[in-house]
């Protein structure tokens, strides 16, 4: 598993809101290791047996905390994102609609202070093993040694849902975000899940729109020995239109779901045309 493992302490911004306190209720029953919440002016109270503080400096004062994840509205995010970033080592970001430069700022001070950001726009990560830091559905998925990285929520619970079905379990499962500025890249979380020795195959569900996926590719052809499925959604999208995320739009040439698949081919990546064909072709390796 990667990210998120045993060693992983993390705190809730926003927890006494009303996305913060019915997911941390949800992740709490899943056995994540939650052990504070932060909402300013609310320091003293507790959640379901989670203390809450003023600011992360006093959960800090008051314990060991190393993970941070965020459910505070737009306006406020970037805020609650740099008190995170300066204070640990991990910060998943569930928030949507952060305008795009106050998500610049945000990824500048993260690598500046090399903390890695998971999102914006993410329904987060989960290992089966020991929990999540995220919004998914949590019955969807199981224990196994196949890593999951996508950039759309909903279908990492359909793929998910699949393999689970197929007794196919799950390492580790990451939104990296559907925004067109994002914190960790596929590129990153693919050289993670080679590293990691509970990984052995590795599903990548992407979508029209930018390049990451070709940029994928590439690190795949020179980085990765493990075997990697791939699935773009989006192929029957029209230019210029933008189908769902902020990110997945094409502009001219590039992004469109056929060059990406190709670019995936030719790194020695097994494509699907579908999400109903990744559990055959994980059989298959």
Same mark, same amino acid.
């Given at each position: 598993?990667?990210?998120?493992?045993?060693?992983?302490?993390?705190?809730?911004?926003?927890?006494?809101?009303?996305?913060?306190?019915?997911?941390?209720?949800?992740?709490?029953?899943?056995?994540?290791?939650?052990?504070?919440?932060?909402?300013?002016?609310?320091?003293?109270?507790?959640?379901?047996?989670?203390?809450?503080?003023?600011?992360?400096?006093?959960?800090?004062?008051?314990?060991?905390?190393?993970?941070?994840?965020?459910?505070?509205?737009?306006?406020?995010?970037?805020?609650?994102?740099?008190?995170?970033?300066?204070?640990?080592?991990?910060?998943?970001?569930?928030?949507?609609?952060?305008?795009?430069?106050?998500?610049?700022?945000?990824?500048?001070?993260?690598?500046?202070?090399?903390?890695?950001?998971?999102?914006?726009?993410?329904?987060?990560?989960?290992?089966?093993?020991?929990?999540?830091?995220?919004?998914?559905?949590?019955?969807?998925?199981?224990?196994?040694?196949?890593?999951?990285?996508?950039?759309?929520?909903?279908?990492?619970?359909?793929?998910?849902?699949?393999?689970?079905?197929?007794?196919?379990?799950?390492?580790?499962?990451?939104? +990296?975000?559907?925004?067109?500025? $994002? #914190?960790? @890249?596929?590129?990153?979380?693919?050289?993670? =899940?080679?590293? &990691? !020795?509970?990984?052995?195959? +590795?599903?990548?569900?992407?979508? $029209? #729109?930018? @390049?990451?996926?070709?940029?994928?590719?590439? =690190?795949?052809? &020179? !980085?990765?020995?493990?075997?990697?499925?791939?699935?773009?959604?989006?192929?029957?999208?029209?230019?210029?239109?933008?189908?769902?995320?902020?990110?997945?739009?094409?502009?001219?040439?590039?992004?469109?779901?056929?060059?990406?698949?190709?670019?995936?081919?030719?790194?020695?990546?097994?494509?699907?045309?579908?999400?109903?064909?990744?559990?055959?072709?994980?059989?298959?390796?």
């Amino acid at each position: 598993m990667i990210l998120l493992n045993e060693d992983t302490k993390c705190l809730v911004q926003g927890i006494t809101g009303k996305q913060g306190s019915f997911h941390t209720s949800q992740m709490l029953q899943y056995n994540t290791n939650i052990v504070a919440g932060v909402t300013p002016g609310r320091g003293g109270e507790d959640f379901e047996g989670v203390p809450v503080f003023n600011s992360i400096e006093e959960v800090k004062e008051n314990m060991e905390v190393n993970s941070s994840i965020i459910f505070v509205p737009a306006p406020f995010a970037k805020d609650a994102a740099h008190e995170s970033i300066k204070h640990l080592d991990l910060v998943v970001i569930i928030t949507e609609h952060i305008p795009v430069h106050d998500s610049m700022e945000i990824m500048a001070y993260a690598r500046k202070k090399d903390v890695t950001v998971i999102g914006p726009n993410t329904p987060g990560i989960i290992s089966p093993k020991v929990g999540k830091l995220g919004i998914m559905p949590t019955n969807v998925f199981s224990e196994g040694n196949v890593g999951v990285i996508s950039r759309s929520g909903t279908l990492t619970y359909e793929v998910a849902s699949q393999l689970t079905r197929a007794n196919i379990g799950q390492s580790t499962c990451v939104g +990296i975000g559907g925004d067109p500025v $994002i #914190g960790t @890249n596929f590129s990153s979380v693919l050289q993670m =899940f080679e590293d &990691d !020795n509970e990984t052995e195959q +590795i599903v990548m569900i992407g979508e $029209i #729109g930018g @390049n990451a996926e070709e940029k994928a590719a590439e =690190f795949i052809a &020179d !980085n990765i020995s493990k075997p990697v499925i791939s699935y773009i959604a989006g192929v029957t999208a029209p230019p210029g239109k933008r189908m769902g995320h902020a990110g997945a739009i094409i502009e001219g040439n590039t992004g469109t779901a056929k060059s990406k698949m190709e670019t995936l081919k030719s790194a020695g990546v097994k494509v699907a045309r579908r999400p109903s064909e990744i559990v055959d072709l994980i059989k298959t390796n």
